[in-house]
């Protein structure tokens, strides 16, 4: 089966509304997308038309900034070349969204997994939402839950078709 590579994603779109529906769609929240890609940008910045989000790409990922700047026509985010594990944290963010930030950074960056979860879970904010493939047998779910466990709540946890997404409050 052969993907288009310049529509949206359904269903990450579907996952990614589903979601977001936990939140007030007119409240204005600071929002940090980590590893944006342009589904997930596209329905932060339509869903959260109030809110303002810091959307994040690998430096190196010149196809992404390419695509985002194709698909995304709202005004409310600001995109920025930047390594997760050079991040410098200028604000705390209401939520991050990591949408296939394991999973893509394990596949491209050579640091050990644990070290990608860890400089996820630093950043501060009081919601997390990770989505990734489940069946990804590199993407250590284990680790994930430990960190959860030390200092978050679980809010939500779902699987649709070959994804899972949680949905984590800090305590």
Known sequence: ??????????????????????????????ILDLWSGRTSLKVLTEYF????????????????????????KT??????????????????????????????????????????VESLFKIQTKYLIIIDILEDKDVDYRTILSYISKKWEMIKTITLNKYIWFLIKKQ
């Open 75 to 116: 005004k409310n985010f600001i995109l920025k070349e930047q390594d997760i594990y050079k991040l410098k944290q200028e604000k705390k963010y209401d939520i991050i969204l990591a949408h296939l930030l394991l999973w893509e950074a394990n596949k491209f960056s050579n640091k050990p997994f644990e070290q990608m």
């Open 49 to 72: 038309k109030n809110s303002k989000v810091t959307a994040i790409i690998y430096p190196w990922d010149i196809r992404k900034s390419k695509w985002i700047n194709e698909s995304v």
């Open 1 to 30: 089966m052969m993907i288009n590579l310049r529509k949206l994603d359904p269903i990450h779109k579907k996952i990614l509304t589903k979601l977001f529906s936990f939140f007030k769609k007119e409240y204005s929240y600071n």
